[in-house]
């Protein structure tokens, strides 16, 4: 076997542990290899397969210890994949997690639409059209990034639904329930901004109605609806503010709040459904567990 | 919720806790199932249904349906059931606004301790009925067609107009007879008696309220539209 340990540079090397060879170890030069006595000097065949398997086990290479050892990584990670959810815990509370995937779906797509797209109202929409009709697989990727849009805003009610139904809400969790409607907020947000950027007439003038809409609310709705449109009329300016506002801005709040919501979810741990009580052992049969 | 139902419910999460299993592998494999299938549900759907490309948009022409995305129909529904024009930004931003508000001050005023369903009927109602209520008007807007003729008869000279009219996207808000919605906007069947021709070419120009503007649209389409409109009665 060639001696791979001399490829690896040093840092990266494993350290020996007490009654390892010296041959595994000492590559940080550091000289505490130990000799192993109980090695046996004479190996049958068995025997060197089970030293191959165990070389291969712990090969040399140890990014993962010297990541952790500079991060604590695996700490937080131990932590966090061993955590207890609590009994009862069972399929509505997948809608958090399967927001979160249709959520990294519409922005790993949108990556991909950012490519081809042009945000002026000259070549937007020639850009969707040959997004659309000549790039590889185009029509296929602006399909998932238009009905993913869908399958999110259905999860996200969803899970409000759930959270609101199993009075998930309450204390302690108040301000992650919070966090949740800015959530949808800007999720729907995101809905209406996409919707102007194909271009197309019913992008258009759906976003002139959205627009009035706007407008006609009070004290600041016509200053509002002034900002959106960028001026008095729907032209080029507005096409690269909703661009800006539908691909950098609002995903940027969405990706750091989810964060804070997550980052909540796990401090305080998933409730248990209602109908779970841990006095009334009776109730926790069968179907609750898992 | 007071102290001590603070920490009663602290208690009993904890040894509920205690009595779960852990995240890695139980709640992790569901959570992958689900991804799959969430992944899964695009994918077919984008290979099913495609995403057709409408005409380029253009200010000038006037075909065009005024619809927004299907989650926004409850709120274009909500603007129908609100038609008067003074209760428009009741609709627009007064309603949404109330419910937005209301949603995510929703555990400061729920402070009931009790988390099973069947003991909180307040909740249990409004949930219920903000759902159908949802659901309702989402299936209205869905229903509700963007037609594009309208029958009643007009005098030839009336044609163009009666045409542009009716491929301009009026209908969607307006009724003109027997055709279009009724709402948002008003009935349109006899604003000839109602409005002047000049006020009437304003308002397409202006485009009040909710309203787009049509001040793009060519002269001579304008004209028509307003001679068609001036002549219902
Ligand atoms: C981008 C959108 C969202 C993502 C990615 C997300 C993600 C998650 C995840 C993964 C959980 C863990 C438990 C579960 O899945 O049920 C959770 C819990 C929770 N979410 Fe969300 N969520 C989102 C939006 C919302 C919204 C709109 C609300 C409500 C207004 C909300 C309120 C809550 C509450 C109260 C919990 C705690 C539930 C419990 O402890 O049982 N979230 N969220």
């Known amino acids: 076997m060639p001696d791979i340990e001399k490829l690896i540079p040093p840092p990266l090397r494993r350290p020996a542990k007490p009654g390892e060879g010296n041959g595994n170890g000492n590559g940080n030069g550091n000289g505490n290899g130990v000799v192993d006595l109980r090695q046996p000097t004479e190996k049958n065949g068995s025997a060197a397969t089970e030293e191959l398997k165990g070389k291969l086990k712990d090969s040399p290479a ?8 500079r991060t604590g990584a695996s700490n937080i990670v131990t932590a966090l994949a061993l955590r207890k959810v609590p009994k009862g815990t069972n399929w509505f509370y997948t809608l958090g997690s399967a927001t979160m995937f249709a959520f990294i779906c519409q922005a790993l797509t949108g990556v991909f639409l950012a490519m081809y797209y042009t945000p002026s109202p000259v070549e937007a929409y020639a850009s969707i059209t040959y997004l659309t009709n000549e790039v590889f697989l185009g029509e296929f990727v602006r399909g998932m990034h ?3 849009a869908t399958v999110m805003i259905i999860l996200i009610f969803m899970h409000m639904a759930r959270t ?23 999720t729907l947000v995101m809905g209406l901004t996409g919707y102007l950027l194909p271009f197309d007439q019913r992008s258009f003038w759906a976003t002139e109605v959205a627009n009035n809409i706007t407008a006609s609310g009070p004290f600041v709705g016509p200053y509002l609806a002034d900002f959106l449109r960028a001026g008095p009329e729907i032209g080029a300016t507005t096409i690269q503010r909703f661009y800006a506002i539908h691909m950098l801005l609002v995903p940027g709040l969405i990706i750091g709040l989810i964060g804070a919501h997550l980052f909540l ?7 248990a459904p209602p109908w779970v009580h841990a006095s009334k052992p009776k109730s926790l049969r069968r179907k609750d567990v898992g | 919720m007071n102290r001590h139902e603070k920490e009663e419910y602290l208690r009993e999460y904890e040894q509920l806790k205690k009595k779960g299993k852990p995240f890695f592998p139980y709640a992790i494999a569901k959570d992958g199932v689900m991804f799959v299938l969430v992944a899964l549900i695009i994918v077919v759907m984008s290979l099913m249904l495609g995403a057709e490309q409408g005409p380029k948009a253009d200010p000038t022409t006037t075909s065009y349906v005024p619809r927004p995305e299907w989650y926004f129909f409850f709120l274009f529904e909500l603007l129908k ?4 024009p003074w209760l428009t930004p009741v609709a627009t931003i007064g309603i949404p606004t109330l419910c937005m508000v209301l949603l995510l001050l929703l555990p400061f005023y729920d402070r009931n301790p009790e988390r099973r369903l069947t003991r909180r009927p307040i909740a249990a109602i409004s949930g219920f009925f903000v759902i159908i209520a949802m659901a309702y ?3 209205l807007g869905a229903n509700a067609g963007s037609p594009t003729e309208i029958e009643a008869k007009v005098p030839a000279s009336l044609e163009e107009g009666k045409l542009v009219t009716a491929q301009s996207g009026c209908l969607a808000c307006h009724q003109i007879g027997e055709n279009g919605n009724n709402g948002p906007g008003p009935e349109l069947t006899e604003i000839g008696l109602r409005l002047p021709r000049a006020t009437i070419a304003r308002s397409l120009y202006i485009g009040p309220g909710i309203m787009p503007s049509y001040a793009g649209l060519p002269k001579k389409k ?8 001036a002549s219902l009665r």
């Open chain 1, 62 to 69: 140890d990014v993962v210890g010297w990541v952790d050892e």
């Open chain 1, 146 to 148: 238009k009905w993913g």
């Open chain 1, 164 to 186: 609101f139904f199993f009075g998930a809400y309450k204390y302690p969790r108040e301000l992650n329930w919070v966090i949740g409607v800015v959530l949808i907020i800007l």
């Open chain 1, 265 to 271: 979810v796990v401090k305080l741990g998933t409730t």
């Open chain 2, 81 to 84: 059931v609100l038609k008067p």
């Open chain 2, 137 to 139: 008007l989402t299936f």
């Open chain 2, 222 to 229: 304008l004209d028509a539209l307003t001679e068609y409109l």
